[in-house]
């Protein structure tokens, strides 16, 4: 234990002490691409490059949100990756590991996960992204004269330059309806993305409700259903069908170019709720989710949950039209993200409490074409929507961020 307490020590002191040009906060996607491409393109030294991050390895909700699900094969294409060369996905697939193990699905070369994480992986090695990392949570930021000082587990850290890419994994979406019980339920309410649950832990179940009728919810009933699981997934609508979560257009000039010529951030934010196509799936899942019910194995019921109930070893969910009810073994919810501005206390102490940042109506930052929201502080993710448009919180919008931000090195 005091070997431990002086290995830490000694990190906090180098945390503490280490001059940086670029201080990035959040480690998924975003942060780790980042760090990459800052270093690669936008000519910064490597270790006066940090990310900071509370999880033990780089992306690591990805991968749970992921497995959560069943995943098998990402919804996004081939060329989206965390190396810096669109087509370095391709090249690994055929030497190595990476040969014995790519997985491709048509169209757009969409990578098997295991087959993207591997990649993920030997980026990661190849270009020792993780000795990047410091692992540890910010708390404050506070600006000076040079940069900004952010606050952390481990004590103070100097920057010239501050990126914010956080994300929404910490703020989940539960219904009010549903608030009580799940947090009371003994592990029968559970909402897909928190980090408690695990799609194992059903295995016990004979039947489960899901709530919600996007990818998620599809992508776990078909892994459920297929171990025999009895699955009911309630929705508020039918199956929405859409390759991605909103049109390949918002990648390009073709829906860019009058996105960055609106001035109204209002009118921004509408043509942003109205390119998504929230709550919905891919063909082949919908296609999967279809064969799982002419089995009879999948329910689809569309109506509108009102009430979550406890009755013996049951959970049964009320809704506002028939069957009116739904009885199972537990109760998933598959709900997504509030999308409320993200970032919590940290965010929005130094936005509205101190450095006196900007914001939309909506809450979102308000940043210039290069995503600098003030005064050598950047933003990547769901925080750069408003310049970015509907694709800023995928790994598209990471790669778009990372050339934003080389402009401003």
């Known amino acids: 234990m005091a070997r431990l307490r002086r290995r830490r020590e000694r990190r906090s002191e180098r945390v503490m002490s280490l001059p940086l040009d670029w201080l990035i906060i959040g480690g998924g996607v975003h942060g780790t691409y980042l760090s990459h491409a800052l270093v690669q393109r936008g000519g910064a030294s490597p270790d006066r490059v940090r990310v900071l991050d ?236 279809r064969r799982e019910a002419r089995t009879g194995r999948v329910r689809w019921v569309e109506a509108e949950p009102l009430a979550l109930d406890a009755k013996g070893d049951r959970v049964i969910l009320q809704l506002d039209r028939p069957p009116h009810a739904v009885q199972a073994d537990r109760v998933v919810l598959a709900t997504g993200f509030d999308s409320h501005r993200p970032g919590g206390s940290l965010v929005d102490d130094a936005a509205l409490d101190r450095l006196g940042l900007r914001c939309a109506a909506c809450g979102y930052p308000v940043v210039s074409a290069h995503l600098e929201w003030g005064p050598g502080l950047f933003v990547s993710g769901p925080l750069a929507e408003l310049e970015l448009g509907p694709t800023a919180r995928n790994i598209a919008g990471a790669r778009a961020a990372a050339e934003r931000l080389a402009g401003a090195a």
């Open 54 to 289: 509370p999880h033990p390895q780089p992306l690591d909700t990805f991968w749970r949100v992921t497995g959560a699900t069943g995943m098998t094969y990402l919804r996004s294409p081939g060329v989206h990756h965390l190396d810096l060369d669109p087509y370095a996905l391709r090249r690994f697939a055929k030497r190595g590991a990476g040969r014995r193990h790519a997985r491709f699905v048509y169209p757009y070369d969409r990578p098997g996960l295991e087959f993207f994480r591997l990649h993920t992986e030997h980026v990661v090695r190849e270009h020792r992204l993780d000795a990047r990392r410091e692992r540890c949570r910010a708390h404050r930021i506070e600006r000076t004269e040079t940069g900004y000082r952010v606050e952390t587990d481990l004590g103070s850290l100097l920057t010239r330059r501050l990126v914010l890419a956080v994300g929404l994994a910490e703020q989940l979406c539960i219904p009010r309806w549903a608030q009580a019980l799940a947090a009371h339920a003994e592990a029968r309410v559970h909402h897909i993305f928190a980090p408690s649950f695990r799609r194992e832990d059903l295995a016990g179940a004979s039947s489960v409700a899901i709530v919600g009728g996007g990818i998620s919810a599809a992508q776990l009933a078909c892994a459920l259903a297929a171990a025999g699981t009895e699955v009911t997934v309630v929705a508020r609508h039918e199956a929405r069908v859409h390759r991605f979560d909103s049109d390949p257009e918002w990648l390009g000039p073709r829906a860019m170019t009058g996105f960055t010529r609106t001035r109204d951030l209002a009118e921004r934010r509408r043509q942003i709720a109205a390119a998504r196509h929230r709550g919905s799936m891919p063909p082949e899942i919908a296609s999967a989710l």
